[in-house]
């Protein structure tokens, strides 16, 4: 069986209740981006600067958010030298969501929450789309018996880390004067300003897509909520929209685990520990611990496990 949400200690708290209330600073942050994007992006578009958002869009969210923060400082599923594990997590920064500890504690209550037997619709992401966009892009939700979160010391103590925290949204004003010194100020706002924009609402809604019904093999026994598989959404998602393989093995480094499914963040892993940058790369565990786990007879998830056809899973 797989280990809990190891940062989470849910004893006494719930996942249902509470409210979802408004986050100023996350809102603002976010609104900031959209007007600039929307308003001032238009007047300063270049192919040039085009290129510049394509680019650093896709290799701080492959390398940064999927590698460095989800598979590396939030799942633990590769190992690497400290100062690769550090800048990919600063590409992760990059992305402009929330620094390091920020990005820890919003995925683990959520993952918390959606295992637990029930959970609010704010982590379910069961309401319509409009109404979680609000939600997700402006709102956080406020326990009435909330968990407790604790970060291991190796992250919570480590001194760039605490930093990144601290001042994560001032890395997105350092790229932007490094961009407008090499490229004006069209290559600064597409780079920052539309990228951020961009990146915050595709990661929104490939995370309520992920949680809503569509196909997926596994089934996690007992759990609020069950993830789909996104299908020929590898390339644009880095493989992170094999988001039911996810969620049945946290622990592997590698999503796209069946034929087909292509997986980009693992195709990078894979070069990265030929060249001898990474080791210890977590995969699928044995038969034999999954006891957790059932199987989908119908092929298709939906957002509850409530009234799911289980199986259980059988050697092959």
Request: charge should be positive; include cysteine.
């Amino acid at each position: 069986m797989r280990q809990g949400v190891w940062r989470i200690d849910g004893r006494g708290a719930s996942a249902d209740a509470g409210a979802v209330v408004w986050a100023p600073f996350k809102s603002l942050w976010n609104s900031t981006m959209y007007v600039v994007a929307l308003v001032v992006g238009p007047l300063y578009f270049s192919w040039s600067a085009l290129v510049v958002f394509v680019v650093i869009s896709y290799v701080t969210l492959l390398l940064g958010h999927s590698l460095g923060m989800h598979r590396r400082l939030i799942h633990r599923s590769f190992d690497c030298a400290k100062p690769l594990e550090r800048f990919l997590v600063w590409l992760g920064v990059l992305v402009g969501m929330a620094g390091p500890l920020g990005i820890l504690r919003i995925h683990d209550i959520r993952d918390w929450a959606q295992r637990e037997p029930s959970c609010h619709d704010f982590f379910a992401h069961r309401r319509g789309l409009w109404v979680d966009a609000i939600w997700q892009l402006h709102c956080r939700f406020e326990f009435e018996r909330p968990p407790v979160f604790t970060v291991e010391p190796e992250f919570r103590n480590d001194p760039w880390y605490v930093f990144m925290e601290r001042t994560w949204p001032l890395h997105q004003l350092v790229l932007a004067a490094l961009l407008y010194a090499l490229g004006g100020i069209g290559w600064a706002v597409w780079g920052v300003a539309v990228r951020v924009a961009v990146s915050v609402t595709s990661h929104w809604v490939v995370t309520y897509f992920a949680h809503n019904p569509g196909p997926g093999r596994w089934l996690v026994k007992g759990a609020a909520v069950q993830a789909t598989n996104l299908e020929r959404w590898a390339f644009l998602t880095h493989g992170e929209c094999w988001h039911n393989n996810h969620h049945a093995f946290p622990e592997s480094a590698r999503m796209g685990i069946e034929p087909g499914q292509r997986d980009p963040g693992w195709a990078v892993l894979v070069l990265l520990q030929r060249c001898g940058l990474v080791s210890r790369i977590g995969a699928p565990r044995p038969m034999a611990a999954r006891e957790d786990l059932g199987l989908q007879l119908a092929g298709t998830i939906g957002s509850r496990s409530a009234g799911q056809r289980l199986e259980a899973p059988h050697r092959q």
